[in-house]
């Protein structure tokens, strides 16, 4: 398995906003959860996710502790690897590599037994700005599930998907999934870190990011040209 894969002066957050946020977290982390299950019987929860996701996404920025006057959330640039094993006993070699090839970079390991929300909840609460998620046979399922709430939470969070499931029928995946903004085929020991370099070149704007490839392409990644023509580019084998 391989690693195939805003301005103004801030203040600090009141321990009263604080407080508000951890229970704001909590609701949506536990109680949501609790309603959908027995609401709709746990077979689904997609319409509370969006809900909550949204509401979440609006009003509350987990762990930032910093607001800027004019309203936005000051966040650190933090890039985040997914990997949704089939067992907790499952290890996922992918995601390591990837965080060994972008120094300071992170991953998170859960399993295709989370519920939809609580994974939801998980990343949102790590406030990542560029997520990476591994596409395998026993997760597509859950990640195209999970793909669909993440606009709603992370709006501006870049979103890069990589693996087996993704390699192939690249371009109607990303067709399918507009809010996938990268896809890496083959290997990401080498494409990844490239694709990192150029996205923080860029101040993490999608678009210039994409403009910059159509002039000069990251060989194993596809992205989404100027003009929102897909480019699927070609794919890489270390």
């Not at 936005?72 to 996922?92: F, G, M, P, R």
């Not at 370099?197 to 596809?222: M, N, P, W, Y």
């Amino acid at each position: 398995q391989r690693a195939s894969f805003g301005g103004g002066d801030t203040l600090p957050a009141s321990k009263f906003s604080l407080g508000v946020q951890k229970c704001a977290y909590f609701l949506g982390h536990e109680f949501s959860s609790i309603i959908t299950w027995f609401i709709f019987g746990g077979k689904d929860d997609k319409l509370i996710g969006i809900i909550v996701s949204w509401c979440t996404g609006m009003f509350i920025k987990i762990e930032t502790g910093q607001y800027t006057v004019d309203g936005e959330v000051t966040l650190d640039q933090k890039i985040l690897w997914l990997a949704v094993n089939a067992k907790y006993s499952h290890t996922s070699l992918a995601v390591r590599y990837l965080r060994e090839a972008v120094p300071g970079s992170d991953i998170l390991e859960l399993t295709i037994n989370h519920q939809l929300l609580s994974m939801l909840s998980e990343i949102y609460e790590q406030q990542p700005k560029v997520l990476g998620i591994a596409c395998y046979i026993w997760n597509i399922g859950i990640v195209k599930q999970l793909l669909e709430l993440l606009p709603a939470a992370l709006p501006d969070t870049v979103i890069i998907c990589g693996g087996p499931e993704v390699s192939y029928r690249t371009e109607a995946f990303l067709a399918a999934y507009p809010m996938v903004d990268f896809v890496c085929r083959g290997e990401g020991e080498e494409a990844i870190p490239a694709l990192i370099e150029k996205l923080s070149a860029c101040r993490f704007d999608v678009a210039a990011a994409g403009t910059a490839l159509d002039h000069q392409e990251i060989r194993g990644i596809a992205w989404r040209a100027g003009d929102g023509t897909i480019c699927i580019g070609h794919d890489v084998t270390v």
